[in-house]
């Protein structure tokens, strides 16, 4: 619950401040992870989505943290019912694991994602002066 509120942008009590916002390009991966979630994220197209998406952007430089992830996975709408999926997946993956998964995405889906979410930032500058 805890992280859910912290992605919504809730101020902790104790210190008066809110958790800093998810990554934009973290929240439009995690928007193509609840795009699969429809048969689950721990088996299947699911849990390729979430594997490759993650390792993209580790190879990137980003973290594969799970906290940082399911921030970004309930800013894109993502369900508490598969939280744990990702949780366990993006743990095990920080741990070492090597998941066996089928390819979802081209190679260069990080950039896609990124020219994305820029495309969207600069039509949102373009309309609001």
């Known amino acids: ?3 859910w509120l912290d992605a919504h942008g809730a101020l902790n009590l104790h210190t008066g401040e ?16 609840v795009d699969e979630q429809y048969n689950g994220l721990s088996s299947g197209y ?8 993650v390792r993209a952007f580790a ?5 594969v943290d799970p ?8 800013v894109a709408g993502g369900d508490f ?3 744990d999926s ?6 095990e993956m920080r741990s070492g694991v090597k998941h066996r998964v ?3 995405y081209v190679d260069n889906i990080f950039q896609l994602i990124s020219d994305r979410v820029q495309s969207r930032s600069s039509t949102v500058e373009t309309l609001v002066p």
């Open 67 to 74: 906290e940082s992830w399911l921030r970004a996975y309930f």
């Open 59 to 63: 190879s990137e430089g980003l973290p």
């Open 1 to 3: 619950m805890r992280t």
């Open 46 to 53: 699911g849990k390729d989505a979430v594997v490759q998406l």
């Open 18 to 33: 809110a958790a800093p916002a998810p990554d934009p390009l973290m929240v439009e991966a995690a928007s193509m992870m």
């Open 86 to 91: 990702i949780n366990k997946l993006v743990t």
């Open 81 to 83: 019912r598969h939280a």
């Open 102 to 104: 089928q390819s979802r």
